[in-house]
């Protein structure tokens, strides 16, 4: 069972890297970056299960982070997907099937491709954020 306390410290790392890093993605991100991005954000789309789809949702998050060229952050979420797999597929169950996650990573990846800092940091904190009503009604 995932905690209040696991996926508030998890979302809050992923928070730090993929929102902390924004200037450096800004500097490193490529045609061929956001085109892999919009390729796996496709691909979560169509699949049929929640775990599949979860899949590509990590997928999704480390192509991010990949762009960043740094080995520690890729081992880091390497280590963490397990957590994460579960954070995503309770997230894609209640987001996937009505495109809430599909459009909010495709708003990611439109903001991290214009260069658009608050956008950008307006996606992804909203993403991130989205699995928090798994736990209305817990306390802080």
Known sequence: ELSRDTFLDTQGFRSLIEVGAL???FQKTSAEDV??????????QVEETVERA????????SRLVA???NRQINEMYRI????MLRIMENGVSRAKFDGI?????????DALEAHDRFAYQYRVAEHLDMG???????ET
Not at 101 to 109: F, R, S
């Open 23 to 25: 200037d450096m993605l």
């Open 35 to 44: 085109a892999a991005l919009r390729t796996i954000n496709d691909a979560m």
């Open 54 to 61: 979860g899949l590509q949702d990590f997928r999704f998050h």
């Open 67 to 69: 762009i960043l060229g």
């Open 80 to 83: 963490m997907k397990p957590v």
């Open 101 to 109: 996650n599909y459009a909010q990573h495709a708003g990611i990846v």
């Open 132 to 138: 928090l009503a798994l736990f209305r009604g817990e």
